[in-house]
């Protein structure tokens, strides 16, 4: 079975330019989650959607951070314009469960550069 | 608020060596406690976890105890190998109505041959 997907699995931008993620959740599963990982700050929820409606969108750095789920199998993360301090490993990880029993299965990651 | 505290890496073992990782939580009420673990170049992945005091999760001979009074899962195992080398995250669910996990910072552990 197919994990989440998630792309581009790098991205290497200018400061100013626009950055969309995309991430594909796992086939059944109803709640989707962004995380952004840095060395400096280590794992940090950005935003989270339950059966494609936002949640909890209190993790969002700013204004120039949005996020969509148009449908069950399809979100993203975009930043306009982005900024150097943005660089980081962005997360998506998707559940079956809202229960506290509830694993929480990751992508890959995309790795962002903004320059 | 939830907080996951876990001691700081990295880690650094010979094959065969006995690991302990600590962590402690703060959280209301009687949170699911895990632990994930992240090799080089790929997402988290759960290792395992716990729902209620005095649980004990295992997996891939790597365990940890739910001990409500100390608030604290620590992660062990007996003997360590070079591919457990990785970074490990503990984290907690609250069980209470729409929740998403908190994280440590998480602890890379080193091990050589």
């Known amino acids: 079975d197919a994990g989440v997907i998630q792309s581009p699995r790098h991205e290497v931008t200018e400061m100013g330019q626009e950055v969309t993620l995309r991430c594909k959740p796992i086939?059944?599963?109803?709640?989707l989650f962004w995380y952004r990982q840095t060395m400096m700050r280590g794992l940090e929820l950005l935003i989270y959607?339950?059966?494609?409606?936002?949640?909890?969108d209190s993790g969002m750095p700013e204004d120039r951070f949005s996020a969509k789920m148009p449908n069950a199998s399809f979100s993203t993360l975009k930043i306009q314009p982005s900024e150097p301090r943005d660089s980081a490993v962005y997360f998506c990880?998707?559940?079956?469960?809202?229960?506290?029993?509830?694993?929480?299965?990751f992508g890959e990651g995309s790795r962002l550069t903004v320059l | 608020g939830n907080s996951v505290t876990q001691m700081e890496g990295p880690v650094t073992l010979s094959e065969e060596a006995f690991l302990t990782i600590n962590c402690t939580y703060t959280?209301?009420?009687?949170?699911?406690l895990f632990w994930y673990v992240q090799y080089p170049g790929e997402g988290l992945q759960l290792l395992l976890k716990?729902?209620?005091?005095?649980d004990k999760g295992s997996n891939k001979g790597f365990e940890a105890t739910y001990r409500k009074e100390t608030t604290s899962f620590h992660l062990e195992k007996g003997s360590v190998q070079v591919s457990d080398s990785a970074v490990y995250f503990c984290?907690?669910?609250?069980?209470?109505?729409?929740?998403?996990?908190?994280f440590g910072k998480g602890t890379m552990l080193l091990v050589s041959p």
């Open positions: 716990a729902t209620k005091a005095d």
């Open positions: 959280a209301t009420g009687y949170p699911s």
């Open positions: 984290a907690l669910r609250p069980n209470s109505g729409y929740s998403t996990l908190t």
């Open positions: 086939s059944g599963h109803n709640s």
């Open positions: 990880a998707s559940s079956t469960a809202q229960g506290n029993t509830g694993e929480l299965f």
């Open positions: 959607f339950n059966n494609n409606v936002p949640i909890d």
